[in-house]
């Protein structure tokens, strides 16, 4: 199919979709109000209704025929899970080669959102053994809504998962469940489009955690408690709650309140003792010196003076050098001017003489010109009378 015959294709899919919705055929997805939130619902962390995607990829998720025409009959998480399974064979956001597209894994994603799974549920995807796609979307579900504090806890236990993956068309992008699960943690670009920030401080504490376990291949976690490893009371006690408890700090902080006096009083004492015996022992070096500082005096006059006099031997030789490197110098600068002047000299000599030439060539040529041109005319005038003569004759 042609570019023109798809654009009219759509025109045609998209005039047929708003009659439906007119006529009430046809469902809209779109997520659910404050008020109709099923219960149990996982908590969505920034915008309820764009899922935080990027503009240009929300736009194209929402505006695309798939979503409208076939995610919108989606009922249920389980109807979703097998159209997952059914549909999805790599994680690219857009269609290549179909002018930014939407693909049905980003159609789907947004689906699953729509449905607000609730925490169990999405334990179930993320722990599914039929396809690893579904692990994957739940795991793009997280990165997109989950609060950021929340989002190692969520994927501790996937960090080493070694089931295969492609993120990719045409089988690029082979990777595992767990190094995808490192790169949506660490990278906000993915595929194309972005990801929402993350603080610095906690994607700072998460990059640390990760360094400290690299990625080992077969060491994968046990996945058949996960539901129990994601409870909210295990979520507690893991890396992000690793601070000391404010009763701790606070119980430290009086206690070094109540022995800070003590320890000032006994340290001022103590100083007070070296002070006292750093002056005795001053003193009394003081009196043993006093005949020897006459003595070092006598000699640092005495070197003063000799020090002076080779100063001035010193400013005197400068001196010297100084005038005679002046009197170098303007030399050499006079030097450089006469050897300018030849110069100058040598070209115009130069100028004048091509000057010359250039002329009496020119005078030459003309010269040449008027005698070709009096030849001429004498050659002329000669047949002009021979002819003259014949016709008389």
Same mark, same amino acid.
Request: aromatic share 8%.
């Given at each position: 199919?042609?570019?023109?015959?798809?654009?009219?294709?759509?025109?045609?899919?998209?005039?047929?979709?708003?009659?439906?919705?007119?006529?009430?055929?046809?469902?809209?997805?779109?997520?659910?109000?404050?008020?109709?939130?099923?219960?149990?619902?996982?908590?969505?962390?920034?915008?309820?209704?764009?899922?935080?995607?990027?503009?240009?990829?929300?736009?194209?998720?929402?505006?695309?025929?798939?979503?409208?025409?076939?995610?919108?009959?989606?009922?249920?998480?389980?109807?979703?899970?097998?159209?997952?399974?059914?549909?999805?064979?790599?994680?690219?956001?857009?269609?290549?080669?179909?002018?930014?597209?939407?693909?049905?894994?980003?159609?789907?994603?947004?689906?699953?959102?729509?449905?607000?799974?609730?925490?169990?549920?999405?334990?179930?995807?993320?722990?599914?053994?039929?396809?690893?796609?579904?692990?994957?979307?739940?795991?793009?579900?997280?990165?997109?809504?989950?609060?950021?504090?929340?989002?190692?806890?969520?994927?501790?236990?996937?960090?080493?998962?070694?089931?295969?993956?492609?993120?990719?068309?045409?089988?690029?992008?082979?990777?595992?469940?767990?190094?995808?699960?490192?790169?949506?943690?660490?990278?906000?670009?993915?595929?194309?489009?972005?990801?929402?920030?993350?603080?610095?401080?906690?994607?700072?504490?998460?990059?640390?955690?990760?360094?400290?376990?690299?990625?080992?291949?077969?060491?994968?976690?046990?996945?058949?408690?996960?539901?129990?490893?994601?409870?909210?009371?295990?979520?507690?006690?893991?890396?992000?709650?690793?601070?000391?408890?404010?009763?701790?700090?606070? &119980?430290? $902080?009086?206690?070094?309140?109540?022995?800070?006096?003590?320890?000032?009083? !006994? @340290? +001022? /004492? %103590?100083? #007070? *003792? =070296?002070?006292?015996?750093?002056?005795?022992?001053?003193?009394?070096?003081?009196?043993?010196?006093?005949?020897?500082?006459? &003595?070092? $005096?006598?000699?640092?006059?005495?070197?003063?003076?000799?020090?002076?006099? !080779? @100063? +001035? /031997? %010193?400013? #005197? *030789? =400068?001196?010297?050098?100084?005038?005679?490197?002046?009197?170098?110098?303007?030399?050499?600068?006079?030097?450089?001017?006469?050897?300018? $002047?030849?110069?100058?000299?040598?070209?115009?000599?130069?100028?004048?003489?091509? @000057?010359?030439?250039?002329?009496?060539?020119?005078?030459?040529?003309?010269?040449?010109?008027?005698?070709?041109?009096?030849?001429?005319?004498?050659?002329?005038?000669?047949?002009?009378?021979?002819?003259?003569?014949?016709?008389?004759?």
């Amino acid at each position: 199919m042609s570019r023109r015959a798809e654009i009219h294709s759509h025109a045609r899919q998209k005039a047929k979709m708003e009659a439906e919705l007119l006529s009430g055929e046809l469902r809209i997805v779109r997520p659910p109000s404050p008020d109709s939130m099923p219960p149990g619902a996982v908590k969505v962390h920034g915008n309820p209704t764009t899922m935080n995607m990027s503009n240009i990829l929300f736009t194209n998720v929402t505006d695309s025929l798939y979503l409208k025409n076939d995610c919108a009959k989606i009922e249920n998480w389980k109807e979703l899970v097998d159209e997952i399974y059914l549909k999805v064979e790599n994680l690219q956001p857009f269609i290549s080669n179909s002018g930014n597209q939407a693909s049905s894994a980003f159609c789907l994603l947004y689906a699953l959102f729509c449905l607000r799974p609730t925490k169990k549920q999405l334990i179930a995807m993320l722990n599914h053994g039929d396809s690893p796609y579904i692990r994957a979307i739940g795991f793009l579900f997280l990165r997109f809504v989950a609060p950021p504090k929340d989002l190692l806890d969520w994927c501790w236990d996937y960090l080493n998962d070694d089931e295969p993956i492609t993120l990719q068309e045409r089988g690029q992008g082979e990777t595992t469940i767990g190094k995808f699960v490192r790169q949506i943690l660490t990278d906000c670009n993915f595929l194309g489009t972005r990801f929402p920030r993350i603080p610095v401080l906690i994607e700072k504490s998460i990059q640390e955690e990760l360094a400290k376990n690299p990625y080992v291949h077969g060491a994968a976690a046990d996945l058949e408690g996960g539901a129990a490893d994601h409870d909210a009371d295990v979520r507690s006690e893991r890396s992000f709650k690793r601070s000391p408890s404010p009763s701790t700090y606070d &119980r430290d $902080r009086r206690e070094r309140s109540r022995d800070a006096p003590r320890r000032s009083r !006994s @340290r +001022d /004492r %103590d100083r #007070d *003792r =070296e002070r006292t015996s750093k002056r005795s022992r001053s003193r009394e070096r003081h009196d043993d010196r006093a005949p020897r500082r006459s &003595r070092s $005096r006598d000699r640092d006059r005495d070197r003063g003076r000799r020090r002076s006099r !080779s @100063r +001035d /031997r %010193d400013y #005197d *030789r =400068e001196g010297r050098d100084y005038r005679r490197e002046r009197v170098y110098d303007g030399d050499r600068r006079d030097d450089s001017r006469r050897g300018d $002047r030849r110069d100058d000299e040598r070209r115009r000599r130069d100028y004048d003489y091509e @000057r010359r030439h250039r002329d009496h060539s020119r005078d030459r040529d003309s010269s040449r010109s008027g005698y070709r041109e009096r030849d001429r005319q004498s050659r002329d005038s000669y047949r002009d009378s021979d002819r003259r003569e014949r016709d008389r004759v």
